[in-house]
């Protein structure tokens, strides 16, 4: 079976390391190089597989058809246009090409609403983790006009320490985060609002978000809770989220509450809704569940460099 020479940029972080990992057990993929700079000249073994990092500049850009774009935020835009320069295919997972963010014109792989955009496209910015757990969360209902106009939406969501990243940080340290839980980013000021705004109003909704991030003393994973007002009262509060996901690989929709052992390591969004008791304006809350390094970075790369390469879009992805 024919391989597909696969590259990754900055591989020694947490998304890039999983990237590896994922793409070393895809069964059309082959890893063609990694880089990180810091860290050239090193070898990891990551998803069973040895991987030597090399630098940057010493990226044989060229040799791979797809090039995945792990790089920090405001890093990566130049190095995506080096890939097409190139010849390759990109999917960039920093926020540079995210509504929002950079020009737009890039395809957003949110890849479930995405589809369409996203085949044959040379260049998808991958999604947020927050993001990812929040629209998937909001955006059925954007879609189908329930979200009462001028209505607030707010999303408290919690993460592990590795959606921080992995350059050190006192404030990281095991010490410091274990028996305890903080707000960040408070009062509207986390990066991500920008992806989140423009994605909701690009479905036409009226709304204004509110987002409050949280630091969980867990490795991985994200739980967000979310509160929309709608225009009425829905006989089944799952209804619209069972209409959208149906026959979804990687959304599970189900009445109990989801929690963060239901998805940690598979590349899924879980969620769950149900109506407000004791408040005069109909409201749903939404819960929302994924891991940060797999379906919120890493896999969903995969599944939307799946879909742009013409592959089964489950292929290589833990389910």
């Not at 069964?27 to 940057?56: D, K, Q, W, Y």
């Not at 749903?284 to 919120?296: E, F, H, P, T, Y």
Request: proline content about 7%.
């Amino acid at each position: 079976m024919h391989r597909i020479p696969v590259g990754v940029l900055g591989a020694s972080g947490y998304a890039g390391r999983e990237l590896c990992a994922l793409i070393a057990r895809h069964p059309r993929f082959e890893l063609s190089f990694a880089t990180a700079n810091e860290r050239r000249g090193e070898r990891a073994r990551l998803g069973g597989a040895a991987v030597r990092f090399i630098a940057h500049d010493d990226a044989p850009l060229s040799s791979a058809e797809m090039i995945f774009a792990a790089l920090p935020h405001g890093a990566s835009a130049v190095w995506v246009e080096r890939v097409l320069g190139a010849g390759a295919r990109a999917v960039d997972l920093s926020s540079d090409l995210r509504p929002g963010n950079g020009n737009g014109t890039a395809p957003y792989g949110l890849t479930e609403f995405a589809r369409p955009k996203l085949r044959d496209a040379t260049v998808v910015a991958n999604p947020g983790c927050y993001p990812t757990a929040i629209l998937m969360a909001v955006l059925p209902l954007a879609k189908r006009g329930l979200i009462a106009p001028g209505a607030t939406i707010n999303a408290s969501a919690a993460s592990g320490v590795t959606g921080a990243g992995l350059t050190p940080r006192t404030d990281l340290l095991f010490g410091e985060v274990t028996e305890d839980f903080r707000a960040y980013a408070i009062a509207n000021s986390h990066r991500h609002l920008a992806e989140m705004r423009t994605v909701l109003a690009d479905s036409g909704a009226d709304a204004d978000l509110i987002f409050t991030p949280h630091l969980l003393p867990v490795a991985r994973g994200i739980l967000a809770t979310i509160t929309v007002p709608i225009t009425e009262t829905l006989a089944d509060p799952l209804a619209p989220y069972r209409e959208e996901f149906d026959g979804e690989p990687f959304v599970e929709v189900d009445a109990e509450a989801p929690s963060l052992r239901d998805v940690v390591r598979r590349n899924v969004v879980r969620i769950s809704a149900r109506h407000v008791a004791g408040v005069r304006q109909p409201t749903l809350l939404v819960l929302s569940a994924i891991d940060n390094l797999v379906k919120g970075a890493a896999g969903q790369a995969i599944q939307n460099a799946n879909v742009v390469l013409g592959l089964d879009e489950p292929m290589g992805l833990p389910a």
